[in-house]
C-alpha cells in the first residue's frame, strides 16, 4: 500500500512560478508510476503530467507542455511538479496519484491518491 501527500499549492500571479511534492509512504516508491492531475469547479479531473517507475519517462498533457515539469527522487520518495508561466486557467486542486501497472493518463487506471493541494493563479 502507498499514501500520498501533496504539498505546495498556494496563490500565484499569472506567469509565476510553483513547486507541487508528492510525498509517499513505502519502501518499493520505485515501482510505482505516479501522476498528476488537477481539478477546477464545474469542470472533469484533467491529466497534467506522468512519470513511470524506473526510467523516468515523463508525459504531458498538451495544455502544460513546456511549461510544467515532473520529476522524481526514488531516494526520497518523492514526486516533483515545477510549474513555470502559471496561468488563471491552471487554478484547480492538483492531486498526485500511483499504480504499480498503468503509467498514462487515464485516472481511474491509478490505484492510489493523495488528498489534493489547491493551486490558485491570480491574473
Known amino acids: 500500500q502507498v499514501q500520498l501527500v501533496e504539498s505546495g499549492g498556494g496563490l500565484v500571479q499569472a506567469g509565476g512560478s510553483l513547486r507541487l511534492s508528492c510525498a509517499a509512504s513505502g519502501r518499493t516508491f520505485s515501482s510505482y508510476a505516479v501522476g498528476w492531475f488537477r481539478q477546477a469547479p464545474g469542470k472533469e479531473r484533467e491529466f497534467v503530467a506522468a512519470i513511470s517507475w524506473n526510467d523516468y519517462r515523463t508525459y504531458y498533457a498538451d495544455s502544460v507542455k513546456g511549461r510544467f515539469t515532473i520529476s522524481r527522487d526514488n531516494a526520497k520518495n518523492t514526486v516533483s511538479l515545477h510549474m513555470n508561466i502559471l496561468k488563471p486557467e491552471d487554478t484547480a486542486v492538483y492531486s498526485c496519484?500511483?499504480?504499480?501497472?498503468?503509467?498514462?493518463?487515464?485516472?481511474?487506471?491509478?490505484?492510489?491518491w493523495g488528498q489534493g493541494t489547491q493551486v490558485t493563479v491570480s491574473s
Open positions: 496519484a500511483a499504480d504499480s501497472q498503468y503509467y498514462g493518463s487515464t485516472y481511474s487506471r491509478y490505484k492510489y
